[in-house]
């Protein structure tokens, strides 16, 4: 455990493989709580403050390992200034456009884990996709989403915590 948090993907994953239905029900429970959207996402994000603070990214890299990163034409640019590869080779060697419309996204990235993961760092990280920089994202509208957030809860240890701790506030 880091900071009283728990950490251990194993753990994580057992959990909320275990807890799958619920995950689900959970969801249900949110969607309708009386508070505002914005009281929910105000709630939410004074819970999240501490637990991003008090987890170490870079001691998981799960998220580099398993997740789709989708990407737009600006993450491509930045990319191709990051690395010694030019805009079209990026896009040859490391997106995939078919895969990334037939979801109605403009790009994802070819292969897990991802191709600039290098021990748990990121090779290109100022120059890092969006969905990277804001993931795990829990606002604005957290209720819209909360189906998507509770996808990674057995895979981040941030996401985990987030959701754990934001059951017992609601009392679930």
């Known amino acids: 455990m880091s900071k009283g948090f728990q950490t251990d993907l194993e753990v994580i994953a057992a959990e909320a493989q275990r807890r799958a239905d619920d995950y689900s029900s959970f969801r249900y429970?949110?969607?309708l709580d009386e508070r505002t959207d914005a009281e929910l996402d105000r709630l939410v994000e004074r819970i999240a403050a501490p637990v991003i603070a008090g987890i170490d990214c870079t001691t998981c890299a799960n998220c580099c390992r398993h997740l789709n990163v989708y990407l737009t034409p600006d993450d491509v640019q930045c990319l191709s200034q990051g690395t010694s590869l030019s805009v079209d080779a990026v896009l040859d060697l490391l997106v995939d456009r078919?895969?990334?419309?037939?979801v109605g996204e403009w790009g994802v990235f070819r292969d897990q884990p991802c191709w600039f993961l290098e021990n748990n760092l990121c090779r290109v990280y100022p120059q890092r996709p969006e969905s990277c920089r804001d993931y795990p994202a829990f606002t604005p509208d957290f209720r819209w989403l909360l189906e998507d957030i509770l996808e990674g809860v057995g895979q981040c240890p941030i996401i985990y915590n987030?959701?754990?701790?934001?059951?017992?506030?609601l009392g679930w």
């Open 29 to 31: 429970y949110v969607e």
């Open 162 to 169: 987030v959701i754990e701790h934001l059951q017992a506030v």
């Open 98 to 102: 078919e895969r990334a419309q037939s």
